[in-house]
């Protein structure tokens, strides 16, 4: 089974991907970048963009009934890696132990010139 996930409350898709698909016990949520869903524009600040990426993924977890709980893998790009430790500082707000397998990267540039962008994996239990 491979269902499509979407929702307003989250970055309508900018190209041919979903935002989201769900499995029996799996959901991929698509790189979401900081785009305010109401107005698809980038939020200002390296930190308020981190925190609205991970609205936006919380956002997406409603839809399928899940949390940041569920969430067992996060790859995270970043335009400047020195931008790391912000990353950390906001997940520790948003997570708890045990904390999800985790890999970052620093890329040349992301979609809409944005400052991050994480894809998720989330388990259903």
């Given at each position: 089974?491979?269902?499509?996930?979407?929702?307003?409350?989250?970055?309508?898709?900018?190209?041919?991907?979903?935002q989201a698909i769900a499995t029996e016990n799996l959901l991929f949520i698509s790189g979401q970048i900081p785009l305010e869903p109401k107005?698809?524009?980038?939020?200002?600040?390296?930190?308020?963009?981190?925190?609205?990426?991970?609205?936006?993924?919380?956002?997406?977890?409603?839809?399928?009934?899940?949390?940041?709980?569920?969430?067992?893998?996060?790859?995270?790009?970043?335009?400047?890696?020195?931008?790391?430790?912000?990353?950390?500082?906001?997940?520790?707000?948003?997570?708890?132990?045990?904390?999800?397998?985790?890999?970052?990267?620093?890329?040349?540039?992301?979609?809409?010139?944005?400052?991050?962008?994480?894809?998720?994996?989330?388990?259903?239990?």
């Open positions: 089974m491979k269902k499509e996930i979407k929702t307003i409350n989250a970055p309508q898709a900018i190209g041919t991907y979903s107005t698809m524009e980038l939020v200002d600040g390296v930190e308020n963009q981190i925190r609205q990426t991970f609205l936006n993924i919380k956002n997406i977890l409603k839809v399928e009934k899940l949390s940041f709980e569920n969430v067992v893998k996060l790859t995270i790009l970043l335009d400047d890696l020195d931008n790391f430790e912000l990353v950390n500082k906001v997940m520790a707000d948003l997570f708890k132990k045990p904390y999800p397998a985790r890999a970052a990267y620093e890329v040349s540039k992301l979609p809409k010139n944005s400052l991050v962008e994480i894809e998720t994996i989330a388990v259903k239990i």
